[in-house]
């Protein structure tokens, strides 16, 4: 059974940078798309970024330019490196993996705080 574990959030000051990881269980990984998605307290869950498994690349307007989304199938892994990271990132980061309609996987999530 495939499983998705985040780690590397933590509480960081604003402009300093984290990244994010997560480890896939189970086979198919290479032919999933995988996502980056957040929700911050009293909003909807937001998609930050997503790869296909050609690895072409969608980030939020939010996040472009500040974020970059990556992947190594043979670790099977899905990596969000965050920038100039603000406040407003503050969230919990969850991580999906979609193949086709009928397979959609999620992650537990972890924090990501911004403050000073």
């Known amino acids: 059974q495939v499983q998705l574990v985040e780690s590397g959030g933590g509480l960081v000051q604003p402009g300093e940078s984290l990244r994010l990881s997560c480890a896939a269980s189970?086979?198919?990984?290479?032919?999933?798309?995988l996502g980056w998605y957040r929700q911050a307290p009293g909003k909807q869950r937001e998609l930050v970024a997503d790869?296909?498994?050609?690895?072409?690349?969608t980030y939020a307007d939010s996040v472009k330019g500040r974020f970059t989304i990556s992947r190594d199938n043979v670790k099977k892994t899905v990596y969000l490196q965050m920038n100039s990271l603000k406040p407003e990132d503050t969230a919990v980061y969850s991580c999906?993996?979609?193949?086709?309609?009928?397979?959609?996987?999620w992650g537990p999530g972890t924090q990501v705080t911004v403050s000073s």
């Open positions: 189970g086979s198919g990984f290479s032919l999933y798309t």
């Open positions: 999906n993996a979609k193949r086709g309609i009928r397979f959609d996987l």
């Open positions: 790869i296909t498994s050609d690895g072409s690349t």
